[in-house]
């Protein structure tokens, strides 16, 4: 789709063929365009057996079992993302947040609650590392008895940056969430 831009409004169109009858259409937003374009090409509403069935992957493969799995991990660890947020919130933080590299929006409404924004891709991203409340709970009492600071394995995270200058901040920034994450663990 194009984006059109007049005066007073936006909008996208596009032009398309079926059965090599030319045609064209239009929608407000991107999301509408993409739905229309799919029903213009299937002549109909998309639906499981006219689209999904054919297009998408099944919903009863280890990818999605997966996928679920890591949602019940986020959810488990909902009141830690609170937590994080709430710290990351208090006044001699709150200039501190770095919302660059793997931190960085991917909106301006995500802009709009940082501390969120940084604890929820904090979380999302322990996740990713194979990281539980159980798991993390370990490691914390673990560290307590060696008399260690609790270290997370987010190498593989900060790795996907090429700035150098921006993977430096986002460490600082995974350390200091870290250390909540140890806090947190500790006062439960």
């Known amino acids: 789709p194009k984006l059109n831009k007049e005066e007073d409004k936006t909008f996208f169109t596009w032009e398309y063929a079926r059965k090599g009858r030319p045609s064209e259409?239009?929608?407000?937003?991107?999301?509408?365009?993409?739905?229309?374009?799919?029903?213009?090409?299937?002549?109909?509403?998309?639906?499981y057996d006219n689209?999904?069935?054919?297009?998408?992957?099944?919903?009863?493969?280890?990818?999605?079992?997966?996928?679920?799995r890591k949602e019940d991990i986020v959810s488990d660890l909902y009141n830690l993302?609170?937590?994080?947020?709430d710290a990351l919130n208090e006044r001699n933080q709150r200039r501190k947040i770095y919302t660059g590299g793997v931190f960085a929006a991917t909106s301006t409404a995500e802009l709009g609650d940082r501390p969120?924004?940084?604890?929820?891709?904090?979380?999302?991203?322990?996740?990713?590392?194979?990281?539980?409340?159980?798991?993390?709970?370990?490691?914390?009492?673990?560290?307590?008895?060696?008399g260690a600071q609790l270290s997370l394995p987010m190498d593989t995270i900060?790795?996907?940056m090429r700035k150098s200058d921006e993977r430096e901040r986002c460490r600082e920034q995974i350390l200091t969430l870290t250390r909540v994450v140890e806090q947190y663990f500790l006062t439960k």
């Open 25 to 47: 259409n239009m929608a407000a937003t991107k999301a509408a365009s993409v739905l229309k374009i799919l029903e213009d090409l299937l002549e109909e509403t998309p639906d």
């Open 51 to 68: 689209f999904i069935k054919h297009n998408c992957f099944p919903s009863n493969t280890s990818r999605v079992d997966e996928l679920g």
């Open 81 to 85: 993302e609170c937590y994080l947020s």
């Open 116 to 146: 969120g924004l940084v604890a929820a891709r904090f979380i999302r991203f322990m996740v990713e590392c194979g990281l539980s409340k159980p798991a993390l709970k370990d490691r914390v009492i673990e560290c307590r008895d060696r």
């Open 158 to 160: 900060l790795n996907t």
